[in-house]
């Protein structure tokens, strides 16, 4: 909890999805994040083996999980993310020099 007595979450709470938001848009950010959260772990884990090389049982076991994880994570997500820019439709040929002039 913060100073205000409020809870922090990795998300902000201003962010809100649309209803026009395509579902694969949200499967393709939620897979970003378990790929950045299981990265960042995986660094944890990785420092803390080498820098206190904990001697529990379990942690030769435990701590290379995160990079598992990850090695899942990095193919769903970019065949997620190739999908969903394959589902978005390409603009329409008569707006492309409108954007253009208005871009200049």
């Given amino acids: 909890m913060n100073a205000l ?3 922090m979450s990795c998300s902000s709470p201003t962010r809100r999805h ?12 939620r897979t970003g994040r378990l790929l950045c959260w299981t990265l960042a772990a995986g660094m944890t884990t990785a420092t803390t083996d080498l820098l206190l090389a904990p001697q529990a ?25 190739i999908r969903e820019k394959a589902t ?9 020099p409108g954007s253009w002039d208005q871009a200049a």
Avoid: K
């Fill in 5 to 7: 007595g409020r809870r």
């Fill in 18 to 29: 649309s209803p026009t938001t395509p579902r694969i848009t949200r499967v393709v950010q």
């Fill in 57 to 81: 049982p379990w942690w030769h076991i435990v701590w290379p999980l995160p990079w598992y994880l990850t090695s899942l994570a990095i193919p769903a997500w970019a065949l997620l993310r």
């Fill in 88 to 96: 978005q439709r390409p603009p329409d040929e008569e707006a492309l």
